[in-house]
């Protein structure tokens, strides 16, 4: 069986693992660590040894003597790379630093850069992200193999197959029983308590057994899930909306650095013949493309056939995000929704964590082909913008968590003022990140943060109650608890608005939200 839980092989997983292994003795769930897949990697021991390792390897395992190898070639990430319907990428991208460079195979000039910005110290790199990312699909495609072979022996004499060989009702049922009646004192031999954990870091004990549902402005995440989607207002032009767009539609060109020489892994896996255009991976032509649809015809087929997947992605991220706009999140709010409300630091696009998916590419961006998906999206606000109100569909454990932010609010954001108007904010803060005021609360003598559970009462708390009840759960993860009461819910699940806003320091202070958490 493939693990229900599974972690990374780095430093800190020994601690975490003990944690799954509690949750292994205790519940029979499976369980499982990746290794760093390393054990068989021909070691680089020179730059002219490297040259006879097949590419895949070469500088993933360096010796203590050729570290600096491994450190030199850990990254193949070019900012931009020139196209012909895109004759000036500093029009779309002005910060974006290029250098002209003449390949010894040609004689036309190509403008590219080399994202040293984002490439940390710490980042692993392409060649550990390929490394790891085949040992994990060989441990998916191995289960699979095993169960296709459990299949094929087991049918032998004409279906159907044993009952017990692949219904599995019965042994999930063995799990959620198990987990349901794990009380959070009970102590495994090896494993730190789940109830102690979560109540040293600020949390409700009864986190340990209940089934959390949450939903955030973080990237990457499926749209449906976002904050905006439950905003609790029939008004839809009070739901906020990312004023960040994407600079340039359809595909990138092709990064030929990442490719694997002589081997096309897309035909490996398929075990089909993919014929190449003119007899080349190139996105060269003798026809220059001049739109989004000359590039598509222009592609090698292997690449067609991730276009019209991505294209196909799209389209069912359009159709989810306009159904997910379920009535019970437009409905007239007790308390209504105030108005002012933006969206700060999400990237653009369709941020989804999907490779097909195409995210960032804003006009700050000095190297848009890095594509990567995290940002820390949040709606934020002040007193002006009154009641953020969301509804909290399918509660049924009495159990609410924000987690949330304070800002200060700066005379200014890169020469634009970021004023107040009587409506809310002017703007959105995007181009520099307000100075975070969770280590030091506002200090206003009025201050107050307010929340109310369904139109209930509201619960006030000033800085020192706000400090006592804002917990540190993690680096940059602060929240607090709005609702733990187990009795809240007394028949069944149902849909629970929950209002947030501050008071006291009128413009002095920005309030955000980033995560919820319900159950």
Same mark, same amino acid.
């Given at each position: ?28 769930? %499976? ?10 990697? %021909? ?52 910060? &974006? ?34 490394? /790891? ?7 998916? /495609? ?84 976002? /904050? ?90 359009? &159709? ?179 209002? &947030? ?19």
């Amino acid at each position: 069986k493939i693990p229900h839980l599974m972690i990374g092989g780095n430093s800190n997983g020994a601690g975490l693992f003990e944690l799954l292994r509690w949750f292994h003795t205790q519940a029979d769930v %499976p369980v499982a660590q990746l290794g760093t897949a390393q054990y068989s990697v %021909p070691v680089t021991e020179s730059e002219e040894q490297a040259q006879t390792l097949p590419k895949v390897f070469r500088y993933v395992n360096c010796t203590d003597t050729a570290h600096e190898l491994c450190t030199q070639n850990k990254h193949c990430t070019q900012c931009w790379v020139d196209r012909p319907d895109i004759p000036d990428a500093k029009v779309l991208f002005p910060q &974006m630093e290029t250098s002209a460079t003449t390949t010894p195979t040609d004689t036309t000039t190509t403008t590219t850069t080399v994202a040293e910005g984002a490439q940390r110290w710490w980042y692993p790199g392409w060649r550990q992200h390929s490394l /790891l990312g085949r040992n994990l699909a060989f441990a998916i /495609l191995d289960a699979m193999q095993d169960g296709v072979e459990m299949w094929s022996s087991g049918t032998m004499g004409g279906p159907p197959l044993d009952d017990d060989e692949w219904h599995i009702g019965s042994y999930y049922d063995n799990i959620r029983a198990k987990l349901d009646v794990l009380l959070p004192s009970q102590e495994g031999d090896d494993a730190k308590r789940c109830g102690e954990f979560m109540t040293s870091v600020g949390l409700p004990s009864r986190i340990c057994h209940v089934s959390m549902q949450g939903a955030t402005q973080h990237t990457p995440r499926p749209n449906a899930t976002s /904050l905006t989607h439950l905003l609790a207002t029939p008004d839809t032009t009070l739901i906020p909306t990312n004023p960040k767009t994407v600079a340039y539609p359809g595909p990138d060109v092709h990064n030929q650095c990442l490719d694997i020489h002589n081997v096309d892994v897309v035909q490996v896996v398929s075990m089909r013949h993919r014929r190449h255009l003119k007899g080349s991976s190139s996105w060269e032509a003798e026809i220059p493309p001049q739109n989004e649809e000359d590039l598509y015809q222009l592609m090698p087929p292997r690449f067609q056939s991730i276009h019209e997947a991505r294209r196909a992605n799209e389209e069912r991220e359009r &159709m989810a995000s306009s159904s997910s706009e379920q009535p019970h999140s437009r409905q007239l709010a007790a308390t209504p929704l105030g108005k002012g409300w933006a969206i700060h630091a999400e990237k653009p696009g369709s941020c989804n964590g999907e490779y097909l998916s195409i995210c960032g590419r804003e006009s700050t961006d000095s190297c848009p082909l890095l594509g990567y998906h995290d940002s820390r999206g949040e709606i934020i606000g002040n007193e002006a913008c009154d009641w953020l109100v969301l509804d909290l569909p399918n509660v049924k454990e009495g159990m609410v968590i924000a987690k949330i932010a304070f800002y200060n609010t700066p005379e200014t954001l890169s020469g634009r003022r970021r004023g107040l108007r009587n409506e809310g904010l002017d703007e959105a803060p995007q181009e520099e990140e307000p100075r975070r005021l969770n280590a030091a609360l506002p200090t206003n003598a009025d201050f107050a943060f307010e929340f109310s559970i369904d139109g209930g009462a509201i619960t006030s708390w000033n800085k020192d109650q706000l400090a006592a009840n804002l917990k540190m759960v993690h680096k940059r993860v602060e929240t607090v608890t709005l609702l733990d009461d187990a009795s809240f819910v007394t028949a069944e699940a149902k849909t629970v608005q929950v209002a &947030m806003r501050v008071k006291g320091c009128s413009g002095s202070c920005m309030f955000a939200l980033s995560h919820i958490y319900w159950a």
